[in-house]
């Protein structure tokens, strides 16, 4: 007959090998979830309480974060069907969500997209979060600066970003200063969880176009009396402090100049014709992550023959696929293949029946509120 010590210990090293056990299983089921795509996850966070304390661990939510694809999302109002589509391209389904709109009067459109969540604004100055592979929301406080918005204001618009460091989402809103006519400009920041908008300074320089956001800082590009005294304005989401670059030496600045993010980087896209002519090319120049003072011409691009350089400014141009998109017009899309032999380029879809805006995307399962907010189309 055993003794009870034995007994004891047996009883013991049945407890570790059991607890092992336990964790290998835990570790097995994590790298399961690492590998489910993020609209599966959101129905297994359901199932338990511990798979929903799982799946909403902020190291697991950016972890899978990481190892998502990046997509192609295109984003339009449906007036005559009164209704707003986000479409994901390149996905083997054909993805498409249907979004619900507040008011029918409001005309719906995307400020930027971060981390699977879009930033939603509307003509009348309201912003709001949506995570469109969940379906959580989450309607942000009146800004301080609440007058109407557009889909292209340069004059005042908002920036969602993401501070690495932290693991933090903050919107960055930008707006014009008291003065009529004025240079100054003012900003505001709301951190996702907060209730307030926080006044946090002001910069000089009016934007002549929407700003973007690249690893952790807002940028936007801004012209005083002549585009070569152009500078970049910059405002560090982290530390909430102004930087700003100057332009790369350049021979000419030609027509047109907008800032894009491509392979990680900000880039500097430069269309090169006189304002009243046919803009012939465009080049693209990427800065330095480093020394933020490098630039490097990474593309030098041939345009179709559209219309006159006044008119012409490349909207949303990403880098998706090892490709790089263009949008030019409000229903066109083009695409560049670096490693094409044509360097021009080419239409990459038939064009839409209503305006759209492309955006980068990945969906994830970072988590705003629950909200039933979209529906899925089948």
């Avoid at 970049?232 to 102004?242: G, R, V, W």
């Avoid at 179709?304 to 949008?327: A, E, G």
Wanted: one cysteine or more; hydrophobic letters at 35%.
């Amino acid at each position: 007959m055993s003794s009870p010590s034995k007994i004891l210990m047996g009883g013991k090293k049945a407890k570790v090998v059991e607890g092992n056990a336990q964790l290998l299983c835990s570790d097995a089921l994590t790298e399961v979830f690492h590998r489910l795509p993020a609209r599966t996850l959101g129905s297994c966070r359901m199932v338990c309480k511990s798979w929903m304390s799982l799946l909403s661990d902020v190291h697991f939510v950016h972890e899978h974060l990481n190892r998502s694809q990046q997509k192609l999302l295109l984003f339009a109002n449906d007036r005559a069907n009164d209704r707003s589509l986000a479409m994901v391209l390149a996905d083997a389904n054909g993805y498409m969500y249907q979004l619900s709109r507040p008011l029918v009067a409001q005309s719906l459109f995307v400020h930027n997209s971060c981390n699977g969540l879009l930033c939603l604004g509307d003509s009348k100055g309201a912003v709001e979060l949506l995570n469109p592979t969940t379906g959580e929301s989450v309607v942000l406080p009146k800004p301080m600066y609440t007058a109407g918005s557009s889909q292209f204001s340069s004059c005042n618009w908002h920036c969602l970003g993401f501070c690495p460091s932290t693991k933090q989402h903050k919107i960055a809103h930008f707006y014009p200063g008291a003065h009529a006519g004025s240079l100054e400009v003012l900003c505001e920041i709301y951190t996702i969880g907060d209730r307030i908008w926080r006044q946090i300074g002001s910069l000089r320089g009016a934007p002549i176009d929407r700003g973007i956001h690249v690893n952790g800082s807002v940028y936007y590009l801004t012209r005083f009396r002549y585009i070569s005294s152009s500078r970049i304005n910059c405002l560090n989401l982290q530390s909430e402090k102004f930087d700003v670059l100057m332009l790369p030496p350049r021979k000419t600045y030609g027509g047109h100049c907008s800032l894009s993010e491509l392979e990680g980087k900000l880039c500097l896209l430069v269309v090169d014709g006189a304002l009243e002519g046919i803009p012939r090319t465009m080049d693209i120049l990427m800065l330095d992550n480093d020394d933020k003072q490098s630039w490097t011409h990474r593309y030098h691009i041939s345009l179709p023959l559209l219309m006159q350089s006044c008119y012409f400014t490349p909207r949303h141009t990403l880098f998706h696929d090892s490709k790089i998109w263009v949008q030019l017009f409000a229903r066109n899309l083009y695409c560049y293949d670096p490693n094409s032999n044509s360097g021009e380029l080419e239409i990459a879809c038939p064009e839409s029946e209503f305006p759209f805006s492309i955006h980068t995307f990945v969906e994830s399962i970072v988590p705003l509120r629950q909200d039933n907010f979209i529906k899925k189309i089948q």
